[in-house]
């Protein structure tokens, strides 16, 4: 078992940045690859960026030159910087671990507010 806390939401104005962090613990050794899912009301969970364990990742491309997502091996964490924000980008994110047997694991989320 993985446990994933979440820390960095709030409230920003638009341009502004936030960063977010995720700590895991557990079986943490298991752990593949580790992400950042979003998910509006009556919306799908929908993939923001994702980092292997190797360093390899991946964006949607409403946050592509924007977000930044980085992984520190040692500490079990993973970062989200979010620069340029936009209002559209006020959602819940929640941090997210694959393990190498394809299970998933999930944050509480966290709230990003991003208005005036």
């Known amino acids: 078992q993985v446990q994933l806390v979440e820390s960095g939401g709030g409230l920003v104005q638009p341009g502004g940045s936030l960063r977010l962090s995720c700590a895991a613990s557990?079986?943490?050794?298991?752990?593949?690859?580790m992400g950042w899912y979003r998910q509006g009301p009556g919306k799908q969970r929908e993939l923001v960026a994702r980092?292997?364990?190797?360093?390899?990742?991946n964006y949607a491309d409403s946050v592509t030159g924007r977000f930044t997502i980085s992984r520190d091996n040692a500490k079990n964490t993973v970062y989200l910087q979010m620069n340029n924000l936009k209002p559209e980008d006020t959602v819940v994110y929640y941090c997210?671990?694959?393990?190498?047997?394809?299970?998933?694991?999930w944050g509480q989320g966290t709230l990003v507010t991003v208005s005036e």
């Open positions: 997210n671990a694959v393990d190498d047997s394809g299970n998933y694991y």
């Open positions: 557990g079986s943490s050794d298991s752990i593949a690859a």
């Open positions: 980092i292997t364990t190797g360093g390899s990742t």
